[in-house]
């Protein structure tokens, strides 16, 4: 059984602002020689981290709405320069967004069932959803509409 993770999108505005950021640092990293892999880090380390890699997602909150999701490829532990341990999640750059759900802030990450995920929003099978602006998917579901 697979398993996700729910994590706020500090200082995202929307979907495209964080596919720009994920274009700006795997360029950067090009630039610099080093692998283009796009990757979050985080303070913990999921424990249940073999039912998340391969099969599971990394769902983002975006301005309190679970918005978009990257499948996460590998969870990668870490001890920083200053002797902190840390956790690197090794995300697909592609970007899916999902029917937009309002979430509460909290801090950290939580786990995510496949039952309580938000579905995709895929051009084929969502059809004008998927077509629809952001903002406008924001305020339906802000309404209660969506």
């Given at each position: 059984m697979?398993?996700?993770?729910?994590k706020l999108c500090v200082g995202c505005e929307s979907i495209a602002d964080l596919e720009e950021w994920i274009a700006a640092r795997r360029a950067e990293a090009m630039r610099q020689g080093r692998p283009p892999e796009q990757a979050h880090i985080t303070r913990m380390v999921p424990k249940r981290g073999d039912e998340i890699v391969g099969a599971g997602s990394l769902y983002w909150v975006i301005r309190g709405?679970?918005?978009?999701?990257?499948?996460?490829?590998?969870?990668?532990?870490?001890?920083?320069?200053?002797?902190?341990?840390?956790?690197?999640?090794?995300?697909?750059p592609a970007v899916?967004?999902?029917?937009?759900?309002?979430?509460?802030?909290?801090?950290?990450?939580?786990?995510?069932?496949?039952?309580?995920?938000?579905r995709d929003i895929s051009r084929h099978a969502a059809g004008d959803l998927a077509a629809m602006p952001e903002a406008m998917r924001r305020e339906l579901a802000s309404l209660g509409l969506l």
């Open positions: 697979s398993l996700n993770l729910l709405l679970i918005a978009c999701r990257q499948p996460v490829l590998a969870i990668r532990p870490f001890v920083d320069a200053e002797g902190v341990g840390r956790c690197r999640l090794v995300l697909d899916t967004p999902v029917e937009p759900r309002p979430c509460r802030p909290f801090q950290g990450w939580r786990y995510l069932t496949p039952a309580d995920a938000p």
